[in-house]
């Protein structure tokens, strides 16, 4: 796994875990990790999700992008 996305993994993990949530990868960046490619984006889930990401988008410097915004998805 590269090291920045490891970084940026074990950081996400940090803040989740500072909200006492447990943070689960899904989706793409599994398969992603599992075939040994790079990521393009994070794919993952937790309590208080939508707040979490953009606490970390905003930690590391880059763009959060919305997929959904309806209430309780």
Known sequence: MDNTIK????????LAKSAG?????????VRDLQLGKTSADYDFTCPNAPSLARAFATQVKRPLVSLDDTPGR
């Open 7 to 14: 970084t940026h993994l074990q950081e996400l993990n940090k």
């Open 21 to 29: 949530n447990e943070l689960y990868l899904v989706g793409g960046t």
